[in-house]
């Protein structure tokens, strides 16, 4: 799953956003997360230098609940979790069930005057994050023309738009080649005849 | 973040120069800044200017210079094109271009521009101005809806249609407030909410999905050659409506099972090469771009895994010659496989054989698409159900191995993954240990297919083993320059680290490097008979594989060289691949080999300052994972974490490096506890932080905490250390009292002091070493360590058997002497601020512990005084006597719960004699060991936890068990935990007040704690509890004593004389305790007196009563509810509650109408009540106003 792309300007204002499968209230955090990332490391970076991240997600109590016998232990370490004044509950639960971690990549680059950053889980891992950033860029570049700055991705907002769309379909990668993906935005077949 | 965003791109897009050079002209004139529109001639609306300018005070700097520069370019381009400039200003969407554009002008304007679609100019100005600018909105209201749809039929221009889908899709996405719309931007409001009050236009998004729904159905269904491309899209807008709507999904599915019975079949067998170029003939381009359309849409369709068709048509979707549709093909079966890896292995059929559609995708250029088949062909290789077929399963793995030279990387790492045997994060151990057994002895044989002439991979045509490609493979991935691929690899090596030390733990050592690396493990060949016998049958042997592998190279050399690559990736700049890489270090570190190097990295990694907190304690969380990999590894990795907790003591979460510290503990096994312990304590041997003087020297040994904030933090660390101390320390040295053999008597023989120290270390030097730290830290730590390692002590105490509790009693006594004598000389004078100031500032906190243990003593010495005389006269006990026993027994017990946590059913606080005799009397009552009702533990459930898991504690191997158990041994403390607490936050620091307050609290925060959670019913529960607990014959003993404590701690020393026969009597209290008791106005002074004359006279037996059990608050909560009449004896004021009242501070207590209340004084128009039974809040006495109390005669 892609969980987001977002796209920002260099003063870290977030132009584009798209969020699959993340909720509302955990849309901030990455926001943040992100840019703050972007802030601290994209400094001096070549274009389309790709910068790799990753974090830990302990499963929460959502995840774990998923029966009755698990909620009951759920339960009970949550009881432990009181009892040691831990209020941090999902991450005790997290951390004395025992539980997966599970891992979630970035991948984010420089392209002209916009940072843009890939956030994957599961198949989409770091590498394939690469694939799907390397896709975007491509496709942007392709829409502006050349390197976009602030001005120009504005400018070629609504297509660019369209053509996230075509690149990313409801968390997964769709489209890769950048004709198609200019065709697709125009309305077009797939495969021209 | 999101407003400020927005402003930004709002600005930035409504001061668009649009590339039209209509609209750039008229929003360029609206836009202008007032420099600009004065020395502009074209410049025609002055109104508009002075909306710009209050909008632009909000505006950067940056952002105005831009818009003064665009400005200028597009007046330049409006003075070229005055034509234009004056059609469009005469037009009527002339008004909409006012800036700012709301979401309210853009949505009008969409209504208008829907209804002249007509007409060139408006969907130009749809396309370029309205729908990009509308894009920027989180989501869009349903009232566009009829609009966009009037404009889906009637319009003919691509663009404007493909915008319409677009807006189309996120409505049926809109999932409203629970915002789960993927897109963001600025945020919209509920628009089903806003529609509700009509503001709108009253339309809702349930008025119009089931319009779009059906728009878009006869679109996708329509096979009208020209409209195929519309209809691609239409289907794809179906998929967005979100997945709970199963009448929109049966439809979906209806439409995409529709199209592919039509356009699915592809009988004729087509190579690749052909397809992928451009000029195939129309009809089979349009076949093949609805089956893309159509599999793209059932990819996003929920698995349907019993259904045959389903199957089928992901089946033929790998033979489609459309890339991304076999793509999705392979994902479907890829998942399907997981569910029901035979149905799909059936399904494929000849696909997989040589030649096969299966094995084009080896070659298809689409990355993920590869990537699905190494899942698919592991799944299936791997499969159960599918033992009976190795023909099947010898060929996916075939396919499998082949895709390790895969050019892509993500294609290899992903095939060395799943031979690695991990799919997700939870496999079973043996299915990592038969992963790397496969990676390890298996060989890459290439088919020798004549078709395969023009593949890459040819180049090395005879058979290689895997871990040959692998290990090249990783090492020319570590010299990447590009990071994604460096953190994949680091990855790729902490996974294999993983599988290889589950082959480890399964004892596989002998298929490792020992086989044929010689230089390394070379004992293990002698076991490998037996070992072979007990492998998993997951492992599945490949015959003769270890002879055909005889390279030259070993295991051990290739992953020795693989490892030196990948140290020096430490160097790389970004902290994430390098914290990756250490996780792979820390893997791949082997119990046998020196972590010198491991150590000295690790430690040189964190005075880099880069390293974020989340990051460090991932690292951590991978030290505990792999110790639970390894348990051999304990003390290693104790070692490192101890570099953590020194290094950067602010960084670390004190909970993670505890759990470290509990799981190597416990899992160390009986010999390895006490070196674990001693790992973990070493934290408190390290000097104090030095003054920052050895920048850039990195040493172990030092704490480097130079900031006040991990000044602070290191602190925390110590204590923590101190705690897990006291906590752990009798599990290590596995002494506990109730398994101690040494009766008490003897103990008391040894009161010598240093006798007792030489006995003590000779029987156990862990404990006695545990000792000594913690004797030194109640001595020498900070204010804050020394408070715990008293408490500390005082568990260990009461853990341990003698000789240990006596010697950590005599230490207790010298530590409380000098703060004991100051508070009796001020004991009324005090104001809390002195406390600190004489002898170790402990006499406070310590009074309380020494109690206990004195309670013990003297009942241990009336115990052994009693059988003794019982012995002499050769007299039968009686039940009455057995129960006094009992009652004592049970008191104590209550009593050592409060300092912490020991298993009831075990314990024995009379010493080991009383047990006979306990036992006695319980099998001659009934009464189940375990159930102690009093208990916190036990009536608030979490006993359950604990008692589960008691047996097991001791010799269990399951480490989780262990760990619970650990942590439940912990649980017992938590008043203590809060007791601190409150002490540090100053609530014991009055002299008089602090024992009621130290003891009586617990209890109560205990119950606040659980009024506090959202188990309000357990809670009520619990107290039902209780109550019928106390009623119920078993516990009356617990009942009685605790009304005697209760009358002690409340004063009401009549109650003695008025009751002989069950406890004076029993007792023969001495009058001079009795005396003590009425004289001293307040339990406080009761404890005073006790400790008075030192050092204690074990012996006497007056004492008993003295020193009243602090169970008072607790146990009083049974005792009321029955014994009303003796209450009277006190003659105490009653009272009827008239209103609820809610407390508004500590002192006070809430109220029920109604409720019954026993008054104690007033004070300032103020009663302090007590009332019969703990209240919600589990406060059973405090403040009330005097009005909200009917006073009632004091007789009942």
């Not at chain 2, 709108?200 to 319009?211: C, L, S």
């Not at chain 2, 045997?421 to 390890?440: C, I, P, S």
């Not at chain 2, 601020?833 to 004489?838: C, I, L, M, N, R």
Request: a negative charge; glycine letters at 6%; aromatic letters at 6%.
């Amino acid at each position: 799953m892609i969980l987001a792309v977002l796209f920002a300007n260099s003063e870290g204002n977030i132009l584009v956003e798209r969020f699959n499968g993340v909720p509302a209230e955990e849309r901030l955090h990455w926001r943040s997360f992100l840019v703050k990332l972007g802030a601290e490391n994209l400094k001096g970076v070549k274009n389309e230098e790709l910068l790799v991240a990753s974090h830990k997600t302990k499963s929460g109590v959502n995840d774990v609940c998923y029966n009755q016998k698990a909620l009951l232990n759920c339960m009970k370490h949550l009881h432990l979790a009181l009892a040691q004044n831990c209020y941090d509950f999902r991450s005790f639960i997290g951390l004395h069930q025992n539980l997966p971690t599970r891992s979630v990549y970035i991948v984010y680059t420089v392209l002209g005057d916009v940072s843009v950053y890939v956030v994957g889980k599961d198949e989409y891992d770091e590498l394939a994050l690469a694939e799907v950033i390397f896709v975007i860029t491509s496709a942007v570049k392709d829409v502006c023309g050349k390197l976009p700055t602030e001005r120009l991705f504005l400018d070629k907002y609504g297509r660019i738009c369209l053509t996230l769309d075509e690149i990313i379909w409801t968390g997964y990668l769709e489209s890769t080649d950048k004709d198609r993906i200019r065709r697709l935005v125009r309305l077009k077949p797939p495969t021209e005849f | 973040m999101a407003d400020s965003s927005g402003t930004t791109l709002m600005d930035l897009i409504t001061a668009d120069p649009a590339p039209v050079p209509a609209a750039a002209s008229s929003s360029s004139s609206s836009s202008a800044s007032s420099m600009t529109a004065a020395a502009s001639p074209s410049a025609t609306h002055p109104q508009h200017v002075s909306t710009k300018t209050t909008l632009g005070e909000k505006k950067s700097k940056r952002a105005a210079l831009m818009q003064i520069q665009n400005d200028t370019i597009s007046v330049a381009k409006a003075a070229l094109n005055p034509v234009r400039t004056n059609i469009i200003s005469h037009q009527k969407q002339k008004q909409k271009q006012k800036k700012p554009v709301s979401y309210a002008q853009l949505a009008r304007s969409i209504h208008e521009l829907a209804a002249t679609s007509d007409q060139k100019s408006s969907q130009k100005q749809l396309v370029h101005h309205v729908f990009p600018k509308l894009a920027v909105y989180n989501s869009v209201d349903p009232s566009l809806a009829p609009s966009l749809l009037m404009l889906d039929q009637q319009c003919e221009d691509r663009m404007v249609l493909r915008y319409v889908y677009y807006y189309l899709a996120r409505i049926l996405a809109d999932t409203g407030s629970q915002g789960l719309n993927p897109g963001g931007g600025i945020p919209t409001p509920n628009w089903d909410a806003l529609a509700d009050i009509d503001a709108v236009g009253g339309v809702t998004r349930a008025d119009v999905v089931p319009r779009i729904v059906n728009q878009l159905t006869t679109e996708a269904t329509n096979t009208d050659v020209e409209f195929h491309a519309r209809r691609l899209q239409a289907l794809k807008a179906l998929t967005y409506s979100p997945s709970s709507n199963i009448e929109i999904l049966s439809k979906l599915y209806e439409i995409v099972f529709g199209i592919l019975d039509k356009v699915g079949d592809v009988p004729q067998k087509r190579k690749k090469g052909i397809f992928g170029a451009k000029g195939g003939d129309k009809e089979s381009i349009i076949r093949s771009n609805l089956q893309y359309g159509a599999l793209s849409a059932l990819r996003r369709l929920p698995l349907d895994p019993g259904n045959p068709s389903f199957l089928h048509h992901a089946v033929q979707g790998i033979s489609f010659p459309d890339p991304v549709a076999v793509r999705h093909s392979l994902e479907i079966i890829s998942d399907l496989a997981i569910r029901d890896p035979y149905a799909v292995a059936m399904a494929l059929g000849k696909l997989v054989a040589p030649g096969g559609a299966l094995l084009d995708v080896l070659h298809l250029h689409d990355v993920l698409a590869r990537v699905s088949l190494a899942r698919l062909c592991h799944t299936i290789s791997t499969a159960r159900s599918l033992d009976e077929r190795p023909d099947i399963k010898s060929q996916f793995n075939s396919v499998l191995y082949q895709l390790l030279l895969d050019p892509s990387e993500r294609v290899c790492f992903e095939a060395i993954l799943c031979i690695l045997g991990k799919h997700d994060n939870t496999e079973k151990t043996e299915e990592r240990a038969a992963g790397w057994y496969r990676l390890t002895r298996e060989i890459l044989k290439l088919p020798e297919a004549p078709s395969n002439s023009k593949d890459k991979s040819q180049k090395t045509r005879r058979p290689q083993p895997l871990i040959k490609l692998v290990m090249r493979r990783l090492e020319s991935s570590f010299r990447s320059f590009s990071r994604p691929v460096l953190h994949a690899a680091a990855r790729i090596v902490q996974e294999m680290g993983r599988s290889r030390a589950a082959a480890h733990a399964l004892g596989l050592q002998d298929l490792d490097e020992g086989a044929y690396g010689n230089q390394y493990d070379a004992v293990d060949s002698l076991d490998s008979d037996m070992n072979d016998s007990s492998h998993p049958e997951g492992i599945r042997r490949t015959t003769g594989v270890s002879n055909a592998a005889g390279g030259k190279d070993t295991i051990a050399g290739m992953l020795a060289s693989l490892m030196e690559v990948v140290r020096t990736t430490v160097a790389c700049e970004c902290v994430y691949v390098r914290a990756m890489v250490i996780k792979g270090l820390i893997w791949m570190q082997s119990p046998h080999e020196s972590f010198d190097e491991l150590k000295s990295i690790i430690a040189s990694e964190l005075s880099d300052p880069a390293w974020p907190a989340t990051l460090l304690n991932d690292v951590l969380l991978t030290l505990h994972a792999r110790f639970k990999a390894t348990p051999d590894m304990a003390v290693t990795l104790l070692e490192l974490a101890r570099i953590f907790a020194t290094k950067v003591p602010g960084k670390i979460d004190a909970d993670v490096l505890q759990l470290l510290w509990k799981t190597c503990l416990v899992g160390a096994g009986p010999d390895g506890k006490h070196t674990a312990l001693e790992a973990v304590t070493i934290v408190l041997d390290l000097p104090p932080p030095q003054p920052e003087s050895m920048s850039g020297f990195t040493s172990v040994d030092r704490v480097s905490a130079s900031d006040p904030k991990s000044a602070l933090a290191l602190q925390r660390l110590v204590q923590a250390a101190v705690w897990f101390l006291g906590e752990n320390a009798n599990y290590a040295a596995s002494e506990y009292a109730w398994e101690s053999a040494t009766p008490p008597g003897t103990a008391l023989m040894m009161l010598d002091a240093d006798k007792m120290v030489a006995a003590a270390s000779s029987r156990n030097p862990t404990l006695a070493g545990a000792l000594t730290r913690l004797q030194r830290c109640a001595f020498s730590g900070s204010w804050e360590v020394r408070i715990i390692a008293a408490q500390a002590l005082t568990t260990v105490a009461i853990r341990s058997g003698e000789p240990f509790r006596l010697q950590i009693y005599e230490f207790l006594h010298a530590l409380a002497q000098g703060g004991v004598q100051s508070q009796l000389s001020e004991m009324h004078l005090s104001n809390g601020e002195d406390q600190g100031a004489s002898g170790t500032g402990l006499g406070v906190l310590i009074t309380p512990m020494i109690k206990v243990l004195d309670e013990m003593y003297t009942a241990q010495d009336d115990l052994s005084k009693e059988i003794r005389n019982h012995d002499n006269a050769n007299k039968e006990w009686k039940d009455e006597e057995l129960k006094k026993l009992y009652e004592t027994h049970e008191r104590l017990l209550d009593l050592v719960s409060l300092f912490c946590y020991v298993p009831r059913a075990k314990y024995l606080p009379l010493g080991p004699i009383s047990a006979k005799l306990i036992d006695i009397y319980r099998t001659r009552h009934n009464i189940s060991a375990s159930t102690g009702l009093s208990d916190p533990a036990v009536s608030t459930g979490i006993s359950d936890l604990v008692y589960e898991s008691k047996p097991a504690a001791a010799e269990s191997d399951t480490l989780d068990d262990d760990l619970v158990n650990v942590w439940a041994a912990n649980l017992g403390d938590v008043p203590a935990v809060n007791r601190v607490n409150e002490f540090l936050a100053g609530a014991g620091t009055d002299a008089p007040d602090v024992d009621e307050n130290i003891i009586s609290r617990p209890s109560v925060s205990y119950d606040d704690m659980w009024a506090k959670t959202l188990l309000e019913s357990t809670e009520m529960e619990e107290d039902d509890v209780r109550s019928s607990g106390s009623s119920s014959p078993e516990s009356t003993g617990s009942v009685e004593t605790s009304i005697s404590s209760h009358f002690g701690g409340m004063n009401y020393p009549s109650l003695f004389s008025s009751r002989p026969t069950t406890y004076g009597g029993a007792s023969q209290p001495s009058e001079r305790s009795g005396g003590s008791r009425v004289n001293n106005p307040s339990m406080y002074e009761g404890y005073g007196s006790s400790i008075r004359e030192e050092p204690p006279p074990y012996t006497s037996p007056e004492r008993y009563d003295s020193f009243e059990n602090p169970l008072a608050g607790h146990g009083s909560h049974s005792f009321q509810s029955q014994d009303d009449d003796r209450v009277s004896s006190g003659n105490p004021q009653f009272g009827t509650a008239l209103y609820d009242f809610t407390a508004g501070g500590d002192d006070e207590l809430s109220l029920t109408t109604g409720e019954e209340v026993e008054i104690e004084y007033e004070v300032d128009g103020w009663f302090y009540v007590k009332k019969k039974r703990p209240g919600r809040d589990g406060k059973m006495a405090g403040l009330v106003p005097v009005l909200y109390v009917s006073q009632s005669s004091g007789s009942t």
